[in-house]
């Protein structure tokens, strides 16, 4: 979640609300802290540009990580930003829901921090973007071999034998769909992110899958929902009927061994 931000808080602000989570998330880092990101419609050129200078007038505040002792679940906050991780640990680690999980986790620690900031009297978050991001590993030896194999995995890609080009090497895309509200009218985007990538604990190759849906409808978090159901559709439909299949036979066993 963005907000507007708060100009009454300070880094020292950030490690007093420790004390509120430090019975669940006991550990802490300090990080640089993210840059507002808006989707704008229509989309103002100047606002892709990935090179930004900025004078600054006095020292930023961070970014404060909040994270449990298995590194699983996390708490980022600064001064205009509050955002809530989980990560995958171990195989045996299963992926919470959405709806059981990770949303409730979410508001209850989102009300600890509203009544924080209530208590120390450091004013009211108004938002002005939601963000929901689902990151997928897409391991080889599951339905595909090589980094060639794009055909195996997704949907939108056909391979050629034809000489130029031939086979791909690999896949890399980045690609951008409005999301539409009731009335039609742009309420946010969906960013589609592909990269090969080596999974560290193996050195066995995979793809990185990133989903991030980006908006705001009102003044609340309605678009947590929008987006999320955006990003499983979408999720479905980039990718092919063989890999869910996989996917499906895989997860019924993990149940089934538990």
């Not at 919470?96 to 508001?107: G, V």
Request: charged share 25%; with cysteine.
């Amino acid at each position: 979640m963005q907000f507007e931000p708060l100009p009454l808080v300070q880094a020292a602000h950030l490690g007093l609300l420790w004390s509120e989570y430090r019975a669940a998330f006991p550990k802490t880092e300090e990080r640089p802290a993210l840059e507002p990101v808006i989707e704008q419609f229509p989309e103002n050129p100047a606002a892709r540009v990935g090179l930004k200078f900025q004078a600054l007038e006095s020292f930023p505040i961070p970014r404060i990580w909040f994270a449990n002792d298995q590194g699983s679940e996390m708490i980022q906050v600064q001064n205009d930003r509050f955002v809530k991780n989980w990560r995958k640990e171990g195989e045996s680690h299963r992926y919470p829901h959405y709806d059981e999980t990770i949303r409730p986790h979410f508001d209850r620690d989102y009300e600890i921090f509203l009544a924080f900031l209530e208590k120390n009297q450091l004013g009211t978050p108004h938002v002005n973007q939601c963000e929901v991001t689902y990151v997928n590993h897409i391991l080889a030896g599951e339905g595909w071999e090589h980094y060639g194999d794009v055909d195996r995995i997704f949907t939108f890609w056909r391979s050629t034998d034809l000489v130029p080009p031939g086979p791909a090497e690999d896949l890399r895309l980045h690609t951008r769909f409005v999301i539409p509200g009731k009335d039609g009218r742009p309420i946010g985007r969906l960013h589609v992110d592909v990269q090969p990538a080596i999974r560290t604990s193996d050195n066995r190759p995979m793809y990185l899958l990133h989903l991030t849906a980006r908006g705001q409808v009102g003044d609340a978090v309605d678009f947590f929902d929008i987006g999320r159901e955006w990003i499983v559709t979408t999720f479905k439909r980039l990718t092919t009927n063989s890999m869910h299949n996989i996917w499906r036979i895989k997860n019924d066993a993990s149940i089934g061994n538990r």
